[in-house]
């Protein structure tokens, strides 16, 4: 299956939607993004009204992903990525230095880990012995830390840091 031929439904809430994440909100997860398939992929999405997508991939050329987030896709991110950004051209702005997070503790790693699996606050905090309430204020944090709040971004900002 190439990713072109990825297809999206509805969104119909149910045991199992991710908690927190919003009704609407997809997150595809991609092996590999081939030349013409970010804008394919953002064309299928856009088709089908979905606006609140991130896309997730091992390994794809930047190029995809500038068409991707070019496309009205929320967010893309690859793991590994082409390093020749010279045939890009004025479509990619000119990469600046991010300015250095404040690290996470312990715990807001292993937090986030859990989100990663799809966990909801209640879940995790069963899991590592915490309250909801807890786990809530540990999300507030890393999200400060990482400047983002949606759950898929935090996840997507960690796995491109290698932080999970």
């Known amino acids: 299956m190439?990713?072109?031929?990825v297809r999206v439904r509805p969104h119909v809430p149910?045991?199992?939607r991710v908690a927190g994440t919003r009704p609407g909100s997809l997150c595809i997860v991609v092996p590999q993004?081939?030349?013409?398939?970010?804008?394919?992929i953002a064309r299928n999405l856009r088709r089908h009204g979905n606006h609140q997508a991130l896309v997730l991939a091992r390994r794809s050329e930047a190029r995809e992903l500038v068409q991707l987030l070019l496309g009205g896709v929320r967010g893309a991110v690859a793991i590994e990525q082409s390093r020749d950004l010279s045939n890009l051209g004025a479509v990619m702005p000119e990469p600046t230095l991010a300015p250095a997070t404040p690290p996470l503790t312990a715990r807001e790693l292993s937090v986030l880990a859990l989100v990663a699996e799809g966990q909801s606050n209640r879940a995790i905090g069963e899991t590592l012995?915490?309250?909801?309430?807890?786990v809530k204020s540990h999300l507030a944090r890393?999200?400060?830390?990482?400047?983002?709040?949606?759950r898929a971004a935090l996840v997507a900002v960690a796995l491109r840091r290698g932080l999970i």
């Open 129 to 134: 012995e915490l309250s909801a309430l807890t």
């Open 2 to 5: 190439t990713t072109t031929d």
């Open 142 to 150: 890393i999200a400060r830390k990482l400047g983002t709040g949606d």
């Open 33 to 40: 993004i081939t030349t013409g398939e970010g804008s394919a």
């Open 14 to 16: 149910g045991p199992s």
